[in-house]
T-cell receptor, first 115, second 114 residues
Framework: AQSVTQLDSQVPVFEEAPVELRCNYSSSVSVYLFWYVQYPNQGLQLLLKYLSGSTLVKGINGFEAEFNKSQTSFHLRKPSVHISDTAEYFCAVSRRTDSWGKLQFGAGTQVVVTP | KAGVTQTPRYLIKTRGQQVTLSCSPISGHRSVSWYQQTPGQGLQFLFEYFSETQRNKGNFPGRFSGRQFSNSRSEMNVSTLELGDSALYLC?????????????FGEGSRLTVL
């Protein structure tokens, strides 16, 4: 079985400041890792994913994440946030042996960007 | 290109009733997954369909069922509704269930059970 822990339920941040959202996972098998964003009253949108290869993954809207196998972490970062980044962010994993549609999500981190 | 379309967007039911939610995937996508989102339990996987076959099922009671049609459209049904079934139900589609594809989510169907 696997689990996903997002260490912060809410992260307040000022506009143009950096932000880091933390995600730890546990799994007895190899996994793929994802970050999704959900804007108010919308579905989820993929920010980035780690399948294999380079541990630093770049995604859309200036986000990046680093896979750390030894610490079983996949933290998301953005060097300078905008008001429009206010949203809920979800870390997710899927087992490499599972089909693509079966994701296990963390509880989410609400990011609130203020001027 | 049209995105994933879910209908209805909002609905209110009473306990004991049943409900059917519909999902039209992106054109060409053959894999459809369903998720339940609640404030208490977060996002939970319900089931996944590919080529009209259920490939995976989450840990939900038998009251939750689904199907996929030959045009890849999918429906999910919840029978004998309970208050705890109030949730946002999200559908996601992808080209195929394997191979590194991205999941594309619809805006969801918000179900309120009174």
């Amino acid at each position: 079985a696997q689990s996903v822990t997002q260490l912060d339920s809410q992260v307040p941040v000022f506009e143009e400041a950096p932000v880091e959202l933390r995600c730890n996972y546990s799994s007895s098998v190899s996994v793929y890792l994802f970050w999704y964003v959900q804007y108010p009253n919308q579905g989820l949108q993929l920010l980035l994913k780690y399948l294999s290869g380079s541990t630093l993954v770049k995604g859309i809207n200036g986000f990046e994440a680093e896979f750390n196998k030894s610490q079983t972490s996949f933290h998301l970062r953005k060097p300078s946030v905008h008001i429009s980044d206010t949203a809920e962010y979800f870390c997710a994993v899927s087992r490499r042996t599972d089909s693509w549609g079966k994701l296990q999500f963390g509880a989410g981190t609400q990011v609130v960007v203020t001027p | 290109k049209a995105g994933v379309t879910q209908t209805p967007r909002y609905l209110i039911k009473t306990r004991g009733q049943q409900v059917t939610l519909s999902c039209s995937p992106i054109s060409g996508h053959r894999s459809v997954s369903w998720y339940q989102q609640t404030p208490g339990q977060g996002l939970q996987f319900l089931f996944e369909y590919f080529s009209e076959t259920q490939r995976n099922k989450g840990n939900f009671p038998g009251r939750f069922s689904g199907r996929q049609f030959s045009n890849s459209r999918s429906e999910m049904n919840v029978s004998t509704l309970e208050l705890g079934d109030s949730a946002l139900y999200l559908c996601a589609s992808s080209l195929a269930p394997t191979g590194g594809g991205e999941l594309f989510f619809g805006e969801g169907s918000r179900l309120t059970v009174l």
